[in-house]
Every structure is written in C-alpha cells, then in structure tokens.
C-alpha cells in the first residue's frame, strides 16, 4: 500500500483548483440507469470511488467511457442485462446502493446487495426502503440482498422522512421521477448535491420542484431523455483546502469555490480568525497573524457544519488556542482521527459523539495509520504544521475522494511525497 511522507513547514501560497464533486458524482451516475439515452458528465473527479461506480454500472450492462483526461464521463444504459448488484462490488463503496431507486424504476425490479459495515458507523438503509415501498415497492432483505420489486409500477406518494438523509433523499428522488402522479418528499436533505441531482434530472426532462429545500414534489413522467450536465464543485474538498492555509498559515486561493457551499464553515473560520475572501475565481484564504482560536463545532445536515469536515476541522483545533469541543450529530464512531492526532501531540478526550481538544503550541510528526477518508486528509493537514516528519500509511481511503492530492498541496509549497508500494 502506498504511504504519503509530509515534512512540516511554513507558510503556503498560491491557487489550488478544486474539482467535480465526488458524492454529486456517484448519484448523477446511477441517474444514467434511468434512461435509454446517453447521459454525459463533465468537470468529473478523477477518484477511485467513481471508478468503482463505474465497476458497478457495467457490471448492470451500463457503458462507461471516460473521455478527455476522465473529466469527462459518457454513459449509456441502453442495455441494462443484469439487475444484480453485487456484494463484492457494494461492500467496497455505501454510494452503490443508489443504484436500487433507478433501477426500480426503470426495470420494475433490482436486487442490490446491503453494504455492510462501514468504518463509521452502522449506515442502515431503512430509510430508503421505507421511502421506496411507500412508492409501491415490495421489498425483502434474502441472503445479504435487497430484492426490490414494483409489479404495478411505482406510484407517487407523499413521504415524510424520520431524518434528511442524503442517500434517501436521491434514491427516492430518482425513483419518483418515472412513477406514476406527483411525490412529495418531506423532511428531504437539503445538501448542494441533491440540487445538482434535481437540476441533471430535469435536463434530463423530470419535472422536479423544491430541491433545496426540505420539501420536494416531483410529478412523474414516462420516459427520460439523454442529457449533458456540469458537476457541481465538491465542497468538501474546498473546505478541506481552505483549511491548509489556517493551519499553515499563508494565503491560499480555492478556484471553482463559493461561501454558498460552505457558508456554516466559514462562519466557523471567521470565529476562529481565518480570513475568507471571495474573489471573481473562488474563495481566498488567510491566516496572517498568530495561532487560530479554539472554536466549537457541532456537524448537522446542510446548511450546517458539514460531517464530512469534522476531522479536518479537529486538525486546526488542535494547534489553536484554548480548548473547543466537536460534537459529532451524524455518524456514530467518527472520530477515529482523534487517536492519530494524539499521536502527533494533539490533546483530545473523546466521550461518545462529544471530542475536546485543547491546543497545543506545535505538534510533531509520527507514523500514523488513516482509518477512513476524511480522517486520512486530517492527518495530512495536520502534519503539513507539525514539526518533523509524518508517514501516513494507507492512503488508499485518500485516493477516494481527493485527486492528485500531494500534487495540488505541493504546488502550494508543502512538502508531501508519495512513496509507492513496491
Ligand atoms: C452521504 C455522503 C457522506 C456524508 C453523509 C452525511 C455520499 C456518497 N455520501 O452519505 O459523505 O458523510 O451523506 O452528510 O453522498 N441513516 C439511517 N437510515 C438510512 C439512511 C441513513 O439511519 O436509511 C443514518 C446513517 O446511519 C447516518 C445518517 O443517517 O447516521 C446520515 O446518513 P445519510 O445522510 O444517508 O448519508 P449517506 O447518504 O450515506
């Protein structure tokens, strides 16, 4: 397995461009099942998480073809031969499960393994079953797989989730754009790439209204046609990037990035005495003066503070001044960074879903092991401040969701290498 090398130093300037994003990505992929005509994407990242996705739409009989440098994705379903998602395909990524809504919908039946266990938490999916059998589907769980079957066809209806649950909300979105009559989805995830699903789903001629909002109708119709649609920019990775500079200090500037995507974020930075800036080009970064202060932060659906910037957050904390407590609201057992950091200096005491860091001046560079993906870049931001060097082993939870990283935070002046398995 590959390990990345980060020598802690000063100061980082310059632009970083910041891609597609990779969860907008893996539902506007399966939205391609929905229909006979070619689907193309473009501003696609290059991650090991869409090349599984793409795994799992050929093995449906999907064909995926990665065009210009694979910013660009066309798909075809014009034949869709097997309604089989596999367990060895599904136990590798949660996201494939959103293939069971498209699917539905456009063939009357799918049968799509559980995911299993995932490094932070249980991740049930009754919340997209309830969603779908509330359409008109009947669903059995035999042998670890999902037998989803709709004999009469899907039917609008008016739904209410128990939690906006992000999955949920693109898998019962996408499966209510072919039913027949209206669907109400209330209590619906709000998050920017559930509108970047409603907007290629109306090119691709649904009729949706009120993505963004917690309340969405969609009126059902026949068919859907091809389109081609831009994936929105991945916020996660902006706010990641964001954070390199706080933590290192210097000015950054994140291209492609807007304070719509990472508006509670951002109030968290200003409280923490990081500049934002936004630009004609992105979003410019700044720590010019002394250590950040401590911050308290509790992870929410959007607009909240986002989960998936939690241990990238607890990286700044752990170098501010005071002591800030993160609450973790989303997942289960997401702090498995915690004892990585600690590793390296970091004062932190984890009680549940509740974290408390107190700063210290400077931490200092160890061997650390990434657990999962967001967890793996905290500890990369971390090391790029700390004194010394870090060797963060397997990276290959990094390779999921960040492209080129150790090129994109190189050109910013840190100092990371990758050292390849041999
Ligand atoms: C998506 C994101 C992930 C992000 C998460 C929350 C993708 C590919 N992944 O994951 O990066 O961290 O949103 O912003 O977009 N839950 C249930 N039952 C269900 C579904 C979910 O209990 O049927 C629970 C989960 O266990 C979890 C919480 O709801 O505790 C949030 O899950 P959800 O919003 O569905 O996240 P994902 O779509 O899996």
Same mark, same amino acid.
């Given at each position: ?7 802690? *130093? ?32 473009? *501003? ?6 869409? #090349? ?74 009754? =919340? ?6 509330? =359409? ?143 630009? #004609? ?51 289960? *057992? ?6 990585? =950091? ?20 400077? =931490? ?28 963060? *082993? ?29």
């Amino acid at each position: 397995m590959d390990s990345i090398i980060v020598r802690g *130093n000063g100061p980082l300037s310059g632009q970083i461009p910041i891609a597609g994003a990779k969860n907008a990505c893996l539902t506007l992929m399966p939205a391609t099942l929905l229909s006979e005509e070619p689907l193309t994407l473009t *501003n696609a990242p290059r991650l090991s998480d869409i #090349k599984t996705m793409t795994e799992l739409l050929s093995s449906l009989g999907a064909e995926v073809s990665d065009l210009q440098d694979g910013k660009v994705q066309a798909m075809s379903s014009h034949n869709i031969d097997n309604h089989i998602a596999d367990y060895d395909i599904v136990r590798k990524m949660r996201a494939s499960n959103l293939v069971l809504g498209p699917m539905l919908a456009r063939l009357g039946h799918a049968v799509v393994s559980l995911p299993g266990g995932c490094a932070i938490g249980a991740r049930p999916m009754d =919340l997209h079953i309830h969603g779908l059998e509330a =359409l008109g589907a009947e669903i059995e769980l035999k042998e670890g797989y999902l037998h989803a079957k709709a004999p009469g066809g899907l039917k609008g209806a008016e739904i209410t989730l128990s939690f906006a649950s992000v999955g949920a909300t693109e898998n019962i979105l996408m499966a209510a754009t072919l039913a027949k009559g209206t669907t109400v989805l209330h209590n619906a995830a709000r998050e920017p790439e559930i509108v970047d699903l409603a907007k290629c789903l109306s090119a691709m001629g649904a009729q949706i209204e009120g993505a963004g909002t917690s309340r969405i109708e969609i009126q059902g119709v026949d068919r859907l046609h091809g389109a081609t649609h831009q994936v929105v920019t991945d916020r996660i990775e902006l706010g990641t990037y964001m954070l390199a500079p706080a933590i290192c200090g210097g000015e950054v500037e994140c291209l492609g990035g807007s304070i719509e995507l990472v508006g509670a974020f951002c109030e968290k930075l200003d409280e923490a005495g990081i500049q934002v800036e936004e630009t #004609k080009t992105g979003l410019k970064v700044a720590r010019k003066n002394g250590r950040v202060k401590a911050v308290n932060v509790t992870t929410e659906p959007f607009p909240g503070f986002p989960t998936d910037l939690q241990a990238q957050m607890m990286a700044l904390m752990c170098t501010a001044e005071g002591t800030s407590v993160l609450e973790e609201k989303i997942f289960e *057992n997401r702090f498995m960074h915690a004892p990585e =950091l600690m590793r390296m200096g970091a004062e932190i005491e984890v009680h549940g879903g509740t974290a408390t860091v107190t700063g210290v001046e400077r =931490l200092k560079g160890a061997p650390v092991m990434a657990t999962d993906l967001r967890a793996s870049v905290s500890l990369i931001l971390a090391a790029m401040a700390a004194e010394g060097e870090t060797v963060v *082993n397997r990276v290959y939870h990094l390779d999921r969701g960040y492209e080129r990283v150790e090129e994109k935070l190189g050109n910013l002046g840190a100092h990371i290498e990758r050292v390849k398995e041999t």
